[in-house]
């Protein structure tokens, strides 16, 4: 008797012991799959212009690459190639998804104005506040205004911690309370392309390796779009400040800085990945667009696998 009851007190605590073990896989597995937590915020919905403000001096070609990618984004059958903009867009619906399953797409963006600011009216040294007052100058209400300096305009940050930055600001339009959205990005071919246009130019520190070739044939804007691309990400999914991110709000983790540095699959620290490359010009890029466009764009974090999603 009491040999069965010493065997069946072991039984229970065999059992007791996988529980937890279960239920421990269990809460690891769903913190896991909550790398970006959602903050309960507004995200963007209905038709959201996007409105460029270009401070500073770049030529028609510079603008059309800028502007290309924009309306990639927004013209899922404009790119039959294959992978395209489009698709590695789509990501960001995922986190729509998870906040109303019903929803296909929460909102669909559209190229609006571009103002060129040639003339450096706010001077050639910019703080972040007058970055906000420059997308000021775009629409007030269902937009994303984005502001691009050129690369002789220095903004508080740059090169240093930041590439640019994306945020929201309140606004009155009729009398009623509102808000928009908007991107900086800066030109970083004269002033840091070690560190905001990698791999287009060998990193200014880690792993070194040979520069890639640019798809667009210019080093300081195909490294804007990559940044351009990380900060439109986020501000799909945390376009106000709460919505999906981790860490601390102002400086928070989220779709693509959750996967930095990595554009294809086989990426690791200093190499970007089995990227496509084109055969005439030995560019490197993973991404299809209008017009001919080839584009690098950074991997995302997807919420459905809890994993950084490359397109190649």
């Known amino acids: 008797m009491a040999s069965f009851i010493v065997k069946l007190f072991a039984l229970v605590s065999l059992f007791n012991v996988c529980f937890a073990s279960r239920m421990l896989t269990s809460l690891v597995q769903n913190q896991q799959n909550q790398l970006l937590k959602y903050h309960k915020g507004p995200l963007l919905s209905g038709k959201i212009s996007v409105n460029l403000i270009w401070y500073g001096k770049f030529n028609p070609s510079q603008r059309a690459i800028v502007a290309d990618f924009i309306t990639s984004l927004s013209s899922p059958t404009a790119s039959k190639s294959q992978p395209s903009v489009a698709t590695w867009w789509k990501t960001t619906e995922k986190y729509y998804h998870l906040v109303n399953s019903k929803k296909s797409s929460a909102f669909s963006l559209y190229l609006g104005k571009q103002l060129l600011e040639e003339n450096y009216s706010l001077g050639k040294s910019l703080t972040q506040k007058q970055i906000v007052q420059l997308a000021s100058k775009g629409e007030q209400k269902n ?8 690369s002789d305009v220095t903004v508080d940050g740059f090169c240093v911690n930041r590439c640019g930055t994306h945020g929201s600001k309140s606004t009155l339009v009729k009398g009623k309370n509102d808000k928009f959205a908007y991107i ?9 392309p070690g560190y905001c246009a990698w791999p287009f130019h060998q990193p200014i520190y880690g792993p070194q390796s040979p520069p890639l070739v640019a798809p ?9 779009v990559i940044n351009l691309a990380s900060l439109f ?15 601390p709000s102002d400086a928070p983790l989220e779709a693509a800085s959750a996967c930095p540095g990595v554009y294809a699959k086989g990426a690791y620290p200093g190499y970007a990945g ?11 890029y993973n991404a299809h667009g209008v017009n001919g466009r080839k584009y690098l ?14 397109l190649v």
Not at 216 to 224: A, E, I
Not at 274 to 284: I, R
Not at 297 to 310: E, H
């Open 297 to 310: 764009l950074p991997a995302l974090y997807d919420p459905s696998t809890s994993k950084c999603s490359t």
């Open 143 to 150: 937009a994303i205004n984005v502001v691009l300096t050129s």
């Open 233 to 247: 990400a986020g501000t799909a999914t945390n376009p106000f400040g709460n919505g999906y991110y981790q860490g």
């Open 216 to 224: 667009n044939n210019d080093v300081g804007l195909d490294g804007m």
């Open 274 to 284: 089995d990227l496509l490359m084109d055969p005439t010009t030995g560019a490197s």
């Open 184 to 192: 900086w990005v800066g030109n970083s071919e004269t002033q840091c």
